[in-house]
């Protein structure tokens, strides 16, 4: 490019703070819609189909499935708890501040802290019951919707992994990330339902949301990495207005 030319208009003018907004304005409203829709009484079909589906027909009290798979779902919903979770934020934030990565460690702790936070609101007003179709597997407190496990696991493990793969320079290393990243978040989600303690709509609106907030703080990342690029004195390259 001549020393003389405009800088490109999408450097300029760079989309991603657009697509920052737009997720998160989407988390929002999907959450606030199902909540309401639920809020008001409506229950999904598919709810009650698939939680039968997790029990003998004979007896409810005995989960569909080999003995030890009740064992490895409790090992894997363990991942999803505020305690691991909040572990896998600490742990990661120490990397970053050790690493000197200040601006990936301030994203990791607003999107991570802020998205748990709305998750934790939206269970209050809401106010969902917990399933009574089947017996529960493990001990509960909180309402149903959405999953905490679900929305959170999808919020920490998802904003995580999508903020690092932008300071990773190897492709498989990103895509190697982004695969467990699903995994865990798949297979917490689904663990909740057959443990019978989460109606699946519950699972799948914290996965929407959890997965949405986690691309709003990526883009917002994105173009905050952008804008500092390009703000950044480059010999030769008219600074951007």
Known sequence: MPESAPLPEDIRHPPWLYYAAGALALAVLTIVLLGATIA??????????????MRE???MRVPEGPVWLKQVMLDVTALGGETVLTLIV??????????RHWLTFWLVLAGTISGSWAVGLVKTIVGRPRPALIDHLVEVWSASF????????????????????QIVESRAARWYMIAVAMLLVT???VSRVYLGVHWPSDVLAGWSFGTLWALGWWSFGSWLRLRRLALTPVPGVPALP
Do not use: C, K
């Not at 008001?40 to 589906?53: K, T």
């Not at 120490?94 to 690493?99: D, H, N, T, V």
């Open 40 to 53: 008001r009484g409506h229950q999904f079909a598919f709810d009650r189909a698939i939680m039968l589906a």
């Open 57 to 59: 027909p004979e007896n």
């Open 90 to 99: 600490i742990v990661t934030a120490g990397f970053l501040a050790l690493r």
């Open 146 to 165: 959405p999953s905490g496990h679900a929305a959170n696991s999808a919020i920490i493990y998802l904003t995580v992994t999508l903020l690092l793969m």
């Open 187 to 189: 297979a917490i989600g």
